[in-house]
T-cell receptor, first 114, second 115 residues
Framework: DVKVTQSSRYLVKRTGEKVFLECVQDMDHENMFWYRQDPGLGLRLIYFSYDVKMKEKGDIPEGYSVSREKKERFSLILESASTNQTSMYLC?????????????FGPGTRLTVL | QKEVEQNSGPLSVPEGAIASLNCTYSDRGSQSFFWYRQYSGKSPELIMFIYSNGDKEDGRFTAQLNKASQYVSLLIRDSQPSDSATYLCAVNKGYSGAGSYQLTFGKGTKLSVIP
């Protein structure tokens, strides 16, 4: 079974804080993704990575950065958290490129920025 | 803009009935189609995927794909209250480059199975 874990289920931070969300997968998947999910807006891709140290912007990268130093780990960084970044953050991984491969999701981190 | 459209619902069906969930997509070249189930407060979990025209069955679930009509559906037979969730349709975004890694998700259809 594919297992994707995220560092926290719930997180509360203050405006202006630097926030790190971490994701780890144990199936040697090549690709990892960070999404946010908001009511009425669905899943929106923030960043993804197809290899160690490689990253690509998704649909809404502004205000976020990512890091992938090891294949199994993909971090999302909010450089200076703002209230509009309050959301559910979901990490996913997939094995292959091309024609879209099945993505497996972690349990999610519900982030509240006060 | 490549899109995936789903009726947001809620779709209500009685227990034991067949639930039919529909999804249309705009990119005629899309080749990979996925159905995910998401319970409230939880993350999406894969139900099944389909690549070829026609039907694909897995237990109580059947995915149907019609590429000519750009339409994919999910049928749930003998619906149970535990099937009450939001169902997300996802389609591959591209064929090469960055798009080939990505899926475009619909906003989901909320299904309610009434006991």
């Amino acid at each position: 079974d594919v297992k994707v874990t995220q560092s926290s289920r719930y997180l509360v931070k203050r405006t202006g804080e630097k926030v790190f969300l971490e994701c780890v997968q144990d199936m040697d998947h090549e690709n990892m993704f960070w999404y946010r999910q908001d009511p009425g807006l669905g899943l929106r891709l923030i960043y993804f990575s197809y290899d160690v140290k490689m990253k690509e912007k998704g649909d809404i990268p502004e205000g976020y950065s990512v890091s992938r130093e090891k294949k199994e780990r993909f971090s999302l960084i909010l450089e200076s958290a703002s209230t509009n970044q309050t959301s559910m953050y979901l990490c996913a991984s997939s094995l292959l490129a091309g024609q879209g491969d099945t993505q497996y999701f972690g349990p999610g981190t519900r982030l509240t920025v006060l | 803009q490549k899109e995936v459209e789903q009726n947001s619902g809620p779709l209500s069906v009685p227990e034991g009935a067949i639930a039919s969930l529909n999804c249309t997509y705009s990119d005629r070249g899309s080749q990979s189609f996925f159905w995910y189930r998401q319970y409230s407060g939880k993350s999406p979990e894969l139900i099944m995927f389909i690549y070829s025209n026609g039907d694909k069955e897995d237990g109580r679930f059947t995915a149907q794909l019609n590429k000519a009509s750009q339409y994919v559906s999910l049928l749930i037979r003998d619906s149970q209250p535990s099937d009450s969730a939001t169902y997300l349709c996802a389609v591959n975004k591209g064929y090469s480059g960055a798009g080939s890694y990505q899926l475009t998700f619909g906003k989901g259809t909320k299904l309610s199975v009434i006991p």
